[in-house]
């Protein structure tokens, strides 16, 4: 599979903030209704680090198949210098 263009990437980028903002325009209207005061001051937790996490992962999904492909790579060519170890030897 051929990696991603910077077209193509912006495209996509510009596309997942799009639906980000439609998503938060929801939740603010959502979040508008007036919910009962918890007793305890409750710590939030954000999903920022979570989304961040998804788009690093789909943005640079073609990374791991090349870093995949270089490793297997090294790997037949250390088990041929091996093999041709024993049988120079």
């Known amino acids: 599979m051929a990696k991603k263009t910077r077209k193509v990437m ?9 639906q980000q903002a439609k998503a938060n325009v ?3 209207d959502v979040a508008a209704t007036p919910a009962p005061a918890p007793a305890a ?10 989304k961040f996490e998804a788009e690093g992962a ?9 870093v995949r492909r270089s490793l297997s790579l090294a790997g037949v060519f250390v088990v041929v210098m091996i093999a041709l170890s024993f049988i120079l030897h």
């Open 41 to 50: 001051p409750m710590p939030t937790v954000t999903a920022r680090t979570s």
């Open 58 to 66: 789909q943005e640079f999904a073609f990374v791991k198949s090349d």
């Open 10 to 18: 912006k495209q996509v980028s510009q596309q997942r903030a799009i």
């Open 26 to 28: 929801s939740a603010v």
